[in-house]
């Protein structure tokens, strides 16, 4: 477990006491009061009480032990990329997806006006989302563990020349200066998130479109992917991601992370499975859940 600076620690415990007291209306996420992670837990659901936690680890923890039903986590950036550690996070957890929501991605530059702004402190994908900016205007970056924990940072520092890049609305939250919003390089800028839970849906909604998605791990042998999609393509399922990572540090067992529109009972989709099944040393199915987003 982490720790939270004193700006953010009251705010970590009235949120963490609400939270705790009513479980069904949990929904962890990982960062602190304000993280763009809170901003989608507040969007996706209303009726939630969000819970900070330090980590990825610790809002998954929180689903596992009870302490709330539900988590939601970021996983992919329209500008850079999936975020890590998520795709070994996911299946080792044994949660199951049940939702996703999509949040637009604003920063603002916020400090506490002690001289000229040279250094901002966010999450590395923020930076990484913002480079551009930053090396226009010749601010160097400087990681940390999320957003809204920088601001929180920045309002407990007397470092000549620090701010923070975080969600605009954090200044407020933590007595800064706003100088400005929009430093993400592009308009488009889009986080998917997805909503995680100790158990899958037990009936997806009736008529809204679904997604599926699952991980694989081939076997090593030559075309051994090529063989494992070909049901897909042959039973026409759209498959709209899929993403390799290493596991066991050998470079040899190669699994894969996968979503398809659809749901099994579909027969198209019921074939694509078995065939895949059939043709991979592992297959786990994370969950069907609806699109908030439409895919074609």
Known sequence: MGSYTASAQHLVDEMKAAALADPARGLAFQGAPGANSDLAAREYDANSLP?????FEDAIEAVLGGSVDRAIIPIENS????????HFLLPESGLYIVGEHFLPIRYGLMSRDLGPVTRAMSHEQALGQCRKWLRANNISPIAHSDTAGAAAWVADSDEVGLAALAPPHAAELYGLTLHGTGMEDADHNMTRFVVLAREPLAEPPAGMPLMTTFVFEVKNIPAALYKALGGFATN???????????????????KFYADIVGAPGDERIDRALEELDFQTKSLRLLGTYPQARLRP
């Open 79 to 86: 500008l850079h990329g999936r975020v890590a550690d998520i």
């Open 236 to 254: 026409g399922v759209n498959m709209t991601k899929l993403e390799s990572y290493q596991v066991g540090g050998s470079f040899a067992a190669t």
């Open 51 to 55: 819970l900070p936690c330090y980590s």
